[in-house]
């Protein structure tokens, strides 16, 4: 008999609503998994046990009632960037350490909504700045593939939770690749809507014209349901768009016959490594053996994501980490005279976080505005402009999502920008504000899997899936689970 924690998503749904398992015996399997896994991966920053088999219980009651919320009985971890109420949120920061928010953001409070069981809070790069998870200032989370590896960043928590059988799903959130790369790097799925999707209502700000939620799961269709519960317009994000969200799950298994899949060549470059190439075109070979067009694109601003996003992001960064002075939020470390105090006080800010703050506010400084932020703003719009023109032609994108798998723990810390061209393929998408999937497509020469990314027009995630979902099923990836050894 497989495992209750190897179920996906939609097949755990299936056996609770056959009464096959209750949410509480599910809920168990997790917590059982997590007391003897989380020691070797460190998923979570705060395990919710309690909560979750109040709620599993609750769960279990309401199905007796025939109640069928499309998250009945299901057990999450919430990335720790999104408030929960009475959970603390810290952003994986000791600046936030002992926060705990009075109110849920949207995205939790619709998934509470729905029926899920929460597990607890997932680790992650402190305010979310890194690809590799390494900058929380609370623990390193291990790749379960390979527990000599980062899982990736910055959801790296989320991805290894549900990569390691610690939660059957995740919330991630994604500012420049932060829900695909992880996935890539766990061998799963992750889903990183179009920007004013899904709510940022309750998510702790880092790139507010970048950050969105989105789902990370061992499934296409899993993603698909959990991201049908979490989109739509909210009142209480105005950047949150008010038009109607595609029924994902309506068109998933349409297939790809005649879909048009563009293929950019600013996408395939010197520093790849052979492998993730190779996957990544036997991947696009597969699209093209289910019916789809596959032709070559170009994307001709695809080399200024980099400069353009790192000088963005730091800059809305600085912006929204100015709140963290000890007076609104954060401990105050009381030193006499106020510009001590502030300054002992943000000196709790992890390395990573100073440096984005330095270079935020650098750029947007008197008389450097112009020249960088502005600058940078301009350059955006032609990256936005190179996709709307690409999809004129073609429905979707297939790329990579990161030039290599997973690397060991502790090679990339000591160079920034090393950790910073992690990010090629996931930040154009990004500040496009278009949606990226990555999905399971193989194996590195070290075991390691790939990702293939997909990018769809805005406020298409129909398509993403749609394609998403042929490709996977044309395929074994996302059967394969690794096997976690106890540290
Ligand atoms: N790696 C990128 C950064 O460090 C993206 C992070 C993210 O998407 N949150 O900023």
Request: charged share 20%; aromatic share 8%.
């Amino acid at each position: 008999m497989t495992a209750l924690t190897e179920l996906s998503l939609s097949a755990a749904l299936d056996a609770m609503r056959r009464k096959d398992m209750s949410a509480v015996e599910l809920t168990r399997a997790y917590l059982e998994r997590i007391d003897a896994l989380e020691p070797s991966l460190r998923a979570y920053i705060t395990m919710t046990p309690e909560r979750a088999l109040a709620d599993a219980a609750r769960a279990d009651e309401a199905r007796a009632a025939g109640d069928d919320r499309p998250l009945l009985g299901i057990p999450l971890a919430i990335k720790d960037v999104l408030s929960t109420r009475d959970i603390q949120t810290t952003c994986a920061s000791q600046i936030l350490k002992g926060y705990v928010p009075v109110y849920d953001a949207t995205v939790v409070k619709r998934l509470t909504d729905a029926g899920m069981v929460m597990l607890g809070k997932a680790n992650m790069d402190e305010f979310a700045m890194g690809s590799s998870t390494e900058n929380s200032s609370y623990q390193i989370t291990r790749n379960p593939w390979d527990t000599s590896r980062v899982p990736g960043g910055s959801s790296g928590g989320s991805a290894a939770a549900v990569a390691g059988q610690l939660a059957l799903g995740a919330v991630g959130t994604d500012t420049g690749g932060s829900i695909r790369t992880p996935a890539a790097f766990c061998g799963i799925v992750g889903l990183k809507p179009s920007y004013g999707r899904v709510s940022r209502y309750g998510l702790i700000a880092f790139g507010s014209s970048l950050d969105q939620a989105g789902p990370i799961t061992r499934t296409v269709e899993d993603a698909a349901r959990m991201f049908t519960v979490m989109a739509g317009h909210d009142p209480l994000d105005s950047t949150s768009m008010d038009t109607p969200v595609n029924d994902v799950m309506a068109t998933m298994r349409d297939g790809v016959k005649g879909l048009r899949v563009g293929v950019p060549k600013e996408y395939f470059i010197d520093g790849m490594s052979p492998e993730s190439e190779a996957r990544v075109r036997e991947a696009i070979a597969q699209l093209e053996a289910l019916g789809a067009k596959v032709v070559e694109i170009s994307l001709p601003h695809t080399r200024y994501s980099l400069p353009v996003y790192y000088i963005i992001a730091p800059a809305e960064a600085s912006a929204n980490l100015a709140r963290f002075d000890g007076i609104r939020f954060g401990p105050r470390l009381e030193k006499g005279e106020m510009w001590h105090t502030y300054k002992a006080t943000r000196g709790q800010f992890g390395p990573e976080v100073k440096r984005r703050i330095m270079l935020g506010t650098y750029a947007l400084s008197a008389g450097y505005y112009d020249a960088f932020y502005g600058k940078a703003q301009q350059v955006r719009t032609l990256i936005k402009r190179d996709f709307e023109r690409a999809f004129e032609t073609v429905d979707v994108i297939a790329a990579p999502v990161t030039p290599k798998g997973a690397f060991p723990i502790g090679s990339k810390t000591s160079d920034p920008l090393e950790m910073y061209l992690e990010d090629v393929f996931t930040l154009p998408a990004s500040l496009a504000g278009v949606p990226g999937i990555s999905v399971p497509c193989g194996f590195d020469d070290n075991h390691m899997p790939i990702g293939l990314q997909l990018i769809a027009p805005a406020f298409r995630e129909d398509v993403l899936i749609r394609a998403a979902y042929a490709y996977e099923q044309a395929t074994t990836w996302h059967t394969l689970l690794p096997r976690v050894t106890t540290a």
